[in-house]
């Protein structure tokens, strides 16, 4: 592994603020010191971390806990109010679906702007486009449609076919995978980590799948309201993070329902723990709503040893999404 660092913050603090007057008033209000400092909101807080090439960290949080704050100021969308941000090399970002993509550009003609905009010459670029479809999974024929008619899918598989495709030396990648299928996030979480077990990039993903983190990440930062709770080995940080969901669960707080028993059921109604390839089933849980449930949903997800296979939801009345 080279140890090169490729990407350092050093106390790192980010503050924006709310309410704040627009235009000229707000910035004479500014000046003159008359800002409603109770308006702050500070999404980061004191962040240190350092990556070199070829290790990969993961950020996990509640959402509003400045992950993607963190990745916003590495890719330099924003800079930070206090500390110091600096990255070496090329910077792929997957921040949020179909960022970078002109909606009046059919798919062919965004694959070369992104590539150009991330570095490469277009003799580059069309060099490398085949590939970059064929990865995709997007049949050929949607590419010289508007991406506008696109589905979030296809955006967020076309953009992370480009970003992996131009051998950045830092890649950013926000929950803009748990859009794709469940084939093409395995595959994508496998091209992570040929990037990472062959020392071609320093890898910063955040995401809300844990056993996506854990696979992925050698790193990881536990961020609450914007502080670094805890930082250090994977295992250890989501064990971390993991009980401190559970106290906030036992405490009931802001939480909308209790699961207090999962049981998976064979076809006879057996509680199982081992089942067949083609037999069918049935996951029963059992908990008690704490608040008035508007339109609840109910996720399973099915995961292998390289993410997640499959994942299904269901109106919690029953209606079933998939069938």
Known sequence: MSSEVLVELRGVGKRYLLGQGHGARGVLLDIVGRRDERQDLWALRDLTLS????????LVGRNGAGKTTTLRLLAGITRPTRGRVKTRGR????????????????????????????????????????????????????MDTPVKH?????????????????????????????VGDAAFQDRSLRRMLEFRDQGRAAIVFVSHNLAAIELMCQRV???DNGVACATGPTSD??????????????????????????????RRGI?????????????????????????????????????????????IDGNCAWS
């Not at 967020?156 to 748990?178: G, M, W």
Request: hydrophobic share 45%.
């Open 51 to 58: 990556l070199k090439r070829g290790e990969s960290l993961g």
């Open 91 to 142: 910077v792929a970002s997957l921040l949020n679906v179909g960022a970078g993509f002109h909606p009046e550009l059919n798919g062919r003609e965004n694959v070369l702007l992104n590539g150009v905009i991330l570095g490469l010459s277009r003799a580059e670029i069309r060099a490398r486009y085949d590939a970059i479809v064929k990865f995709s999974g997007l049949d050929p024929a949607f």
């Open 150 to 178: 696109f589905s979030s899918g296809m955006y967020a598989r076309l953009a992370f076919s480009v970003a992996v495709h131009v051998d950045p030396d830092i890649l950013l990648v926000d929950e803009v995978l748990s």
């Open 221 to 223: 930062v536990w961020l």
């Open 237 to 266: 940080v989501l064990t971390a993070y993991l009980d401190a969901i559970d106290d906030i669960g036992e405490e009931h707080g802001d939480a909308y329902l209790t699961a207090e028993c999962v049981e998976v059921l064979d």
């Open 271 to 315: 509680v199982a723990e081992c089942l067949k390839g083609d037999e069918s089933f049935k996951v029963v849980v059992s908990g008690q709503a704490l608040r008035d449930l508007v339109e609840p949903v109910f996720v399973v997800t099915i995961r292998g040893d390289h993410g997640p296979l499959f994942a299904g939801n269901m109106h």
